[in-house]
């Protein structure tokens, strides 16, 4: 995707653009492949390759979900996906990004500081950790490609407010689907909308999920890592 395409395609996403914002999204490229050379932080470098499967598949959240003024978690954003490729577009956003990889927080807070990004920080922890001490605090809480549906259930839903909507960004997730019934119920959830889609030029699947917390989660979720890894819920 060149940046041209990577336009149309905002466009088609009604989402609104300006030369600063691309500025800044290229800085945010040239940051990626100059840092991506000392720390593994993308296995995709090559630029009309990330610009599609990277900054275009971070916006493409805006299908399921309108974007003003939330207050975001992004569970393991790795390199900074989607939560730095939102604030991009999105500045009044407040947004966390959550990962328990250092050198990834590290180069975060590098992007962060060049692009004078406000309203945005960043946390090195385990998502289970971190949200046993961050309880209903979130509006949105979004993870893509991130570790299996029910795993990020547990880990997002205690860290919304009531009302408020966790984002599954993935791609066939049909298997992973039939895992999480007995979620719904025991984190009291609602899938109210799934979405899937193909990634232009490439015509890769995509699914959007999004879930609704209707009432306050039990204080034992999330579990221990160990026990989110090898026990579902019953």
């Known amino acids: 995707m060149n940046k041209e395409e990577f336009k149309q395609e905002l466009e088609k996403l009604n989402i609104n653009y300006t030369e600063e914002k691309l500025q800044k999204l290229e800085e945010y490229y040239q940051l990626l492949i100059e840092e991506n050379k000392k720390y593994n932080l993308t296995a995709i470098t090559e630029k009309k390759e990330v610009y599609l499967k990277h900054f275009y598949d971070s916006l493409t959240i ?69 949200s046993k001490k961050n309880r209903e605090i979130y509006d949105i809480v979004v993870s893509r490609a991130v570790a299996p549906l029910p795993h990020l259930l547990e880990y997002s839903i205690p860290l919304l407010r009531i009302n408020g909507y966790q984002i599954s960004m993935k791609g066939n997730v049909e298997e992973e689907l039939t895992n999480i019934k007995n979620y719904f119920k025991i984190l009291n959830i609602e899938l109210i909308e799934k979405k899937v889609f193909n990634l232009p030029i490439e015509n890769s699947i995509r699914t959007l999920l999004k879930f609704k917390k209707t009432k306050k989660t039990e204080i034992k979720y999330p579990r221990a890592y160990k026990e989110i890894k090898n026990k579902l819920l019953k």
């Open 62 to 130: 805006t299908k399921i979900i309108n974007l003003k003024n939330q207050n975001i978690c992004d569970i393991g954003t790795g390199a900074g996906f989607p939560g730095i490729v939102l604030k991009i577009f999105y500045p009044e956003l407040e947004i966390t990004l959550l990962d328990a990889t250092l050198k990834k927080c590290n180069f975060l807070n590098i992007v962060i500081k060049k692009l004078n990004l406000k309203k945005i920080k960043v946390i090195n922890e385990r998502a289970e950790e971190y």
